[in-house]
């Protein structure tokens, strides 16, 4: 069993979430993909966010980072958004590189 539990862990996600509104994660499932996509991060070289204990496995550390609010999970709204705007930063990049003759 985890500790912090996954109901623990959903509060955490959906505390901003208004009265009315679809709540960030609503299953068990979607916790244990995102902190295991944090896990992977973590495996891969990206920094904790939090302190970490002697032996700490990656997995560990990400469910702390989610349950003291380290890190937030994009609905998929913001995920698309967040694309659309890394290809308009990307866009507007490649023109000024065509502008001054650079290559990419």
Sequence with gaps: MIHPSYVDLMKVVNKDVE???EP???SRYSIVMATAKRARQLIAGDEALVP????EKPMSIAIDELS???IKILTD???AERKS???EKDSAASDEDSATG???
């Design 68 to 70: 003291h609010d380290q």
């Design 77 to 79: 709204e913001e995920k």
């Design 102 to 104: 650079e290559a990419e």
């Design 85 to 87: 705007h890394k290809g």
């Design 52 to 55: 970490i204990k002697t032996n």
């Design 19 to 21: 009265e009315g509104e």
């Design 24 to 26: 960030v994660i609503s």
